[in-house]
């Protein structure tokens, strides 16, 4: 007799990709009470802890999770092919994260580009910081990440998709937006609008520190559209690398975007993937080859 069911395993799955019951249950639609029982269950039949109960911060997988994780993920995915009619397209779940300031920029398009590619893949999203993605990719709850490359990269395999510069943001007709280019140095002076995203933040900040000045940082967000409308509110200056198709902010006010002179460290977007082995999915292939040709179709249609 097999004492497991997938309705178990999806509660684990899910348990694990979401980093609590609570959140699982939500996702899913379902009660807390029932994916704990599951996962109880579960620790009950294979004799070992899945998860670490963090107060106040939920389920982190301990190593045994982590090793049964890989092998639920796996099982539920051939139960996927297995409930579909055969044909041959490619079908499944496709887990991707996306860094929160990338996403509202690539990731529509991106996805609308899929399903009319590959009709038979899901893609479930999570937009999140670098670093909580690369550890959802290390996990195994991720299959595919589209972030920046900010050093972070541990257990992952990284894959460039494109290099972006910064650039300068200005109200408009501020006194430095009359100039086609400019130095960090021409906005030390200025209150500084700064995105407040987990090592992004220190990213821009080296630019100045690299320059040799210290900015007067007059607000702070994690919001994209937050930083962009202070600027364009007269608030303040900014620095951003992911550039929206329109200079306008989301209060529908003009923004003027500058290029920087110099020797600037870049961005570079990548793919991110779990290690080779331990959480690969065949369905990370297609999108990533989807990625490349749109993201590189948007840069090229904004720098024209």
Known sequence: MIHLNLRQLEYFVAAARHGGGARAAVALGVSQPSISKAITDLEALWGEPLFVRLHARGLELTAAGVLRHREAHALLEQARALAAPRSGELTGLLRVGCLSTLAPRYLPDVLARMRTAHPGIEVQLFEGDTEVITRMLERGALDVALLYDLGLARGVRLEPVIQLRPYALLPWGHRLAGASSLRIADLASEP?????????????????????????????????????????????????????????????????????????????????????????????????????????????????
């Open 192 to 304: 500084l609008v700064l995105i407040n995203l987990p090592h992004s933040r220190e990213y821009f900040l080296s630019l100045f520190r690299d320059a040799g000045v210290t900015p007067r940082i007059a607000h702070e967000s994690a919001s994209l559209e937050m930083v962009r409308a202070l600027v364009a509110n007269g608030l303040g200056v900014s620095l951003l690398t992911t550039r929206p198709v329109r200079d306008l902010s989301y209060d529908g006010k003009r923004i003027a975007c500058r290029r920087l002179r110099g020797q600037l460290a870049v961005q570079s977007v990548v793919m991110a993937y779990p290690l080779p082995g331990d959480f690969a999915s065949p369905l990370a292939a297609p999108f990533a080859k989807v990625v490349q040709a749109r993201i590189s179709r948007q840069a090229d249609a904004l720098t024209s």
